[in-house]
Structures are given as structure tokens and as C-alpha cells.
């Protein structure tokens, strides 16, 4: 039956292999159920909740991914949107996080009607190649900088940023972290940033950061419920029905959409060209499936749903249909009893996963043509105002109205 339905010899695989990378994938991204409640519960939101909805949206996208589109990718509440809501829309604009909720709802909702009127091929084509890597660099300083700061590395003081008190406490963890996190991925360990947050927590139990409370009555318990979150949405017409209100919108599916194409793009690399063609062709199907579960995910009471390019670990190792994603939703509802272990985990051990994360999304530096003044600077403003206000929207204005200021001086 697994085989008629995954067509697991027409991708050249088996169950095996299939259920070996889902392992794996869930292995490497599993780290999300402690920093997702972690970076949302800065929007006031109660972080036992956090972690059951960010679970079930977990499970769902990922079933929706695997069931539907067969392919074998993973999708989570993605980092650098969840960020983005709790520090920009909710503590920067000052929205409430419901009100953030109703916004990720609504550009869940275009995203799906999008796909269904061909509209997102309009907006892929007409947003400039040089903003969308610059949007993608400027979501990894924040990222990063959010990480630092959460652990009390980084912190403000009379308008500027400072160095914290890094010789003792969180701080100093953090940067322990950082170096162990560093050390395993620079090893090659696959799961190098789970293993980082791993022995980081440990760490912290013997600096007296670690809270271990939190296991007395064991590491198996039920979920925490959803009620406090599950479809808390703000339907407050002057407070949606506005222009900044709008700009949030569209800044959320604008991210979902190109972050979420450049996970399938940047993964399909791994397949060979007759493989990556016969993938390609399933990006529809795989994008509704993204929209959908990023619908369901703001009905649980987390941020924006995408894919994760954590992906690629499990599709390294042989992973091809949507038997493996299967296998990861499985994993994830097996870790749903475990909240006290991921409940426990301190920022200053998150930290490092943040710090990496947002190293590897400002790689796509690289791809920037840097002798290009008219794309490099707006994209250096996108990046620098993003970077220091925390604010996406901010970033994007200034990239955007450098980029047209700049193009019409030259005549483009």
C-alpha cells in the first residue's frame, strides 16, 4: 500500500530509506518546539501553549506536504517570520499578538487564493532579484540579533547597542553556545544546532541558568492546551482596516511566498536534473500546501507556516517522497509529551540556534552584485534598518523606494 500511494520505486527508494530521513530531518529541525515558543512568547503569549500549537502545526503541515504534494519536505512555523511578528508587528508596531494572528490568517488566505488565480507568478516576477536576497540577508541580522539580545549578549543603552555583562550568567552561556554550535556544524554534524542546544541546556544547569524545575514531575506529560491561543483572532475594523495594517499583511506573504520558493529551489539542487524537473513541475502543489498550512497554523496561534530548508538533510540521505514527511509528523507527535524537556531549554541555549540560523540566511550575500551601486545600496539600507529597528516593513521600505530612486536615475 505505501508503495502504490508514495510510488516509492518510481523515485527510486524505499520504506527504509524513506522513514531513515524523516528521522533525520526531524533530528535537525526539532529545535524549533523550544525556539519558536521561546522567540513568540516576546509578543506575550504563553509559551507552555506555544509549544503544543507549534507542534500541531508541525504535524499538519508536514502530513499536508507529505500526503498531497508527496514530497519530502518539513514544515514549521518559519524562523525570521516568527521573529518578525513578535518584535516588529507586535512589541514594534504595537499590535496586539491577536491582531498579529488575524494578519498572518489574511495573507495565509491571499497566499492560498493567490495560487488558485495565478496571481503569485505576477508577484514573483515583479519583485526585484537583488531585494529578495536582501530580504532574506536582513532576516538573518535580525534573527541573529534578536538571539544575542535575548540571551543579554547585546543590549541597549542610552540609544546605542552594547555589550552586556559577558563573564557571567546567560551571556556568558550564549557565547558558549555559540563556540559548541559552531564546533558541530563545523565537524559536519548534521544535527549540529539540536546537539548545540542540547549540551548549551546541560551547561546551564551547572552555571545555574538552566531552570530543571520544570522535570520534577517527570519528562513525559500531556500537552500543554491551545485554548489560550487557538483561533484568538482580533477582528477590530479600526485597528485592521488601515494602511500600516495592510503593509503587515503584505510583508507576510511576500516572505512566506519567496521564502518557501527559495527552500524548493535551494533543495532541488540536491537532485539530479531528470529528479529536479519532475519536482519542479509539483511546486504548485506544494506552495498550496504551505498556504493551507500556514492558514491552520494561525488558526493553533502560532506565526506564518513555511519550509523548512532543513529539508535538504533528510533528502541528502535519500529521502524522495512524502513517506518521509510522513515519518516526521509521526516523530513530532511522539515529542508532543515531552514538553517539560523542550519547555526547560533557557534562551541563552537558544541563542546560538538563532545566531546560526541567521548565518546561514546571510550566505545569500553571495548572490548579490555588489559592484552594482543602484542594488547594493538600497540593499545595504534594507539590511542595516532592519538589522537595528527590528522592523522588516521599515527594511523593505527603504530597500524599495531606494531601488526605484536609484533604477530612474539610470534611466531604468
Given at each position: 500500500?505505501?508503495?502504490?500511494?508514495?510510488?516509492?520505486?518510481?523515485?527510486?527508494?524505499?520504506?527504509?530509506?524513506?522513514?531513515?530521513?524523516?528521522?533525520?530531518?526531524?533530528?535537525?529541525?526539532?529545535?524549533?518546539?523550544?525556539?519558536?515558543?521561546?522567540?513568540?512568547?516576546?509578543?506575550?503569549?504563553?509559551?507552555?501553549?506555544?509549544?503544543?500549537?507549534?507542534?500541531?502545526?508541525?504535524?499538519?503541515?508536514?502530513?499536508?506536504m507529505?500526503?498531497?504534494?508527496?514530497?519530502?519536505?518539513?514544515?514549521?512555523?518559519?524562523?525570521?517570520?516568527n521573529?518578525?511578528?513578535?518584535?516588529?508587528?507586535?512589541?514594534?508596531k504595537?499590535?496586539?499578538?491577536?491582531?498579529?494572528?488575524?494578519?498572518?490568517?489574511?495573507?495565509?488566505?491571499?497566499?492560498?487564493?493567490?495560487?488558485?488565480?495565478?496571481?503569485?507568478?505576477?508577484?514573483?516576477?515583479?519583485?526585484?532579484e537583488?531585494?529578495?536576497?536582501?530580504?532574506?540577508?536582513?532576516?538573518?541580522?535580525?534573527?541573529?540579533h534578536i538571539?544575542?539580545?535575548?540571551?543579554?549578549v547585546?543590549?541597549?543603552?542610552?540609544?546605542?547597542?552594547?555589550?552586556?555583562?559577558?563573564?557571567?550568567?546567560?551571556?556568558?552561556?550564549?557565547?558558549?553556545?555559540?563556540?559548541?554550535?559552531?564546533?558541530?556544524?563545523?565537524?559536519?554534524?548534521?544535527?549540529?544546532?539540536?546537539?548545540?542546544?542540547?549540551?548549551?541546556?546541560?551547561?546551564?544547569?551547572?552555571?545555574?541558568?538552566?531552570?530543571?524545575?520544570?522535570?520534577?514531575?517527570?519528562?513525559?506529560?500531556?500537552?500543554?492546551?491551545?485554548?489560550?491561543?487557538a483561533?484568538a483572532?482580533?477582528?477590530?475594523?479600526?485597528?485592521?482596516?488601515?494602511?500600516?495594517?495592510?503593509?503587515v499583511?503584505?510583508?507576510?506573504?511576500?516572505i512566506?511566498?519567496?521564502?518557501?520558493l527559495?527552500?524548493?529551489?535551494?533543495?532541488?539542487?540536491?537532485?539530479?536534473?531528470?529528479?529536479?524537473?519532475?519536482?519542479?513541475?509539483?511546486?504548485?502543489?506544494?506552495?498550496?500546501?504551505?498556504?493551507?498550512?500556514?492558514?491552520?497554523?494561525?488558526?493553533?496561534?502560532?506565526?506564518?507556516?513555511?519550509?523548512f530548508?532543513?529539508?535538504?538533510?533528510?533528502?541528502?540521505?535519500?529521502?524522495?517522497?512524502?513517506?518521509t514527511?510522513?515519518?516526521?509528523?509521526?516523530?513530532?507527535?511522539?515529542?508532543?509529551?515531552?514538553?517539560?524537556?523542550?519547555?526547560?531549554?533557557?534562551?541563552?541555549?537558544?541563542?546560538p540556534?538563532?545566531?546560526?540560523?541567521?548565518?546561514?540566511?546571510?550566505a545569500?550575500?553571495?548572490?548579490?552584485?555588489?559592484?552594482?551601486?543602484?542594488?547594493?545600496?538600497?540593499?545595504?539600507?534594507?539590511?542595516?534598518?532592519?538589522?537595528?529597528?527590528?522592523?522588516?516593513s521599515?527594511?523593505?521600505?527603504f530597500?524599495?523606494?531606494?531601488?526605484?530612486?536609484?533604477?530612474?536615475?539610470?534611466?531604468?
Amino acid at each position: 500500500m505505501l508503495e502504490r500511494f508514495f510510488k516509492l520505486r518510481e523515485h527510486n527508494t524505499t520504506v527504509g530509506t524513506e522513514m531513515m530521513a524523516g528521522l533525520l530531518t526531524f533530528l535537525t529541525a526539532v529545535y524549533i518546539l523550544a525556539v519558536n515558543p521561546m522567540i513568540l512568547s516576546n509578543a506575550g503569549m504563553p509559551q507552555d501553549a506555544l509549544f503544543t500549537a507549534t507542534a500541531l502545526a508541525i504535524i499538519v503541515g508536514t502530513l499536508l506536504m507529505g500526503l498531497f504534494a508527496n514530497m519530502p519536505f518539513i514544515l514549521a512555523p518559519g524562523m525570521g517570520i516568527n521573529v518578525f511578528f513578535a518584535f516588529s508587528v507586535v512589541l514594534g508596531k504595537g499590535y496586539s499578538w491577536q491582531e498579529g494572528l488575524t494578519a498572518i490568517l489574511i495573507a495565509g488566505i491571499l497566499f492560498v487564493v493567490s495560487g488558485a488565480l495565478g496571481l503569485r507568478r505576477i508577484l514573483l516576477k515583479g519583485f526585484p532579484e537583488p531585494l529578495k536576497h536582501a530580504m532574506t540577508i536582513s532576516l538573518g541580522l535580525m534573527i541573529a540579533h534578536i538571539g544575542l539580545t535575548n540571551a543579554g549578549v547585546l543590549r541597549v543603552d542610552g540609544g546605542f547597542i552594547k555589550l552586556g555583562d559577558i563573564t557571567s550568567g546567560p551571556p556568558l552561556l550564549a557565547l558558549l553556545g555559540i563556540v559548541i554550535t559552531g564546533a558541530f556544524l563545523a565537524l559536519g554534524v548534521r544535527t549540529g544546532i539540536l546537539a548545540g542546544i542540547i549540551v548549551t541546556t546541560i551547561l546551564g544547569v551547572f552555571m545555574g541558568v538552566t531552570d530543571v524545575s520544570a522535570l520534577t514531575g517527570g519528562v513525559v506529560s500531556m500537552p500543554p492546551s491551545i485554548a489560550p491561543i487557538a483561533m484568538a483572532f482580533s477582528f477590530d475594523t479600526a485597528r485592521i482596516l488601515t494602511m500600516d495594517f495592510f503593509v503587515v499583511i503584505f510583508t507576510l506573504l511576500v516572505i512566506d511566498i519567496f521564502d518557501s520558493l527559495g527552500t524548493f529551489i535551494g533543495v532541488f539542487n540536491h537532485f539530479s536534473p531528470q529528479e529536479k524537473a519532475k519536482y519542479e513541475a509539483g511546486i504548485p502543489r506544494a506552495l498550496m500546501c504551505d498556504a493551507v498550512a500556514t492558514v491552520a497554523g494561525a488558526c493553533f496561534g502560532v506565526s506564518t507556516v513555511t519550509t523548512f530548508v532543513e529539508s535538504s538533510t533528510g533528502i541528502q540521505t535519500g529521502g524522495r517522497t512524502g513517506l518521509t514527511t510522513v515519518a516526521i509528523a509521526i516523530l513530532t507527535a511522539l515529542a508532543l509529551f515531552a514538553s517539560p524537556l523542550f519547555l526547560m531549554v533557557p534562551a541563552a541555549a537558544t541563542a546560538p540556534a538563532l545566531v546560526m540560523v541567521g548565518m546561514f540566511m546571510m550566505a545569500m550575500s553571495r548572490r548579490l552584485n555588489w559592484s552594482d551601486v543602484s542594488e547594493g545600496l538600497p540593499a545595504v539600507m534594507m539590511m542595516l534598518v532592519t538589522a537595528l529597528t527590528l522592523s522588516i516593513s521599515d527594511g523593505l521600505m527603504f530597500g524599495w523606494i531606494g531601488y526605484m530612486v536609484f533604477k530612474l536615475v539610470m534611466g531604468k
